[in-house]
């Protein structure tokens, strides 16, 4: 069980972190129209998994925009944004912000947790128990995790280079 910190205070996680290498682990979320979405869903596709508490949080909405201005305009790479946040809200984010979900998914764990336990990033404790921990995970077109980036401190943003880097290597 890996651990965190939310301004500077330490926040435990639920779960084991996948490493380089290995299977990534299936999920279901919610996606706009409250479909569901799952890992196989993406088959064949290079994957940016990205893990966020909040689109109603600074960083994460910060987050959400870098990610859609670079990685979303890659082709041969879908980016996937997962939160706590309802489908309605994200959508609303997405719309108010100029997302287009081409390249760039939205997907909700208010139904079901699956991605946060089985990625290790489940929040187990304190003010944000329930959400995600900020994480992003590179995987290949065979579903192979290529890459793991666990932010240590939840309101910092992810090395988005190195993301894309690592991304635009599976293409």
Do not use: W
Request: hydrophobic share 40%.
């Amino acid at each position: 069980m890996a651990q965190v910190t939310l301004k500077g205070n330490p926040v435990p996680l639920e779960g084991n972190l996948p490493k380089p290498g290995d299977k990534a682990p299936d999920f279901r979320v919610a996606k706009q129209d409250l479909g569901d979405l799952t890992l196989k869903d993406l088959a064949g596709k290079v994957k940016i998994l990205v893990a966020v508490p909040s689109l109603d949080t600074a960083v994460c909405a910060l987050e959400t925009k870098k990610f859609n201005e670079r990685a979303a305009k890659e082709d041969g790479i879908t980016t996937l944004i997962i939160s706590g946040d309802l489908p309605f809200a994200m959508k609303r984010f997405c719309s108010t912000e100029g997302i287009d979900s081409k390249n760039l998914i939205t997907g909700s764990q208010f139904k079901d947790f699956s991605f946060s336990k089985n990625y290790g990033t489940h929040i187990a404790g304190g003010p944000l128990a329930g959400l995600s921990a900020r994480a992003v995970f590179v995987v290949d077109k065979d579903d192979i995790i290529r890459y793991t980036e666990l932010v240590p401190e939840i309101g910092s943003e992810p090395n988005y280079d190195t993301v894309l880097a690592e991304a635009k290597k599976l293409v």
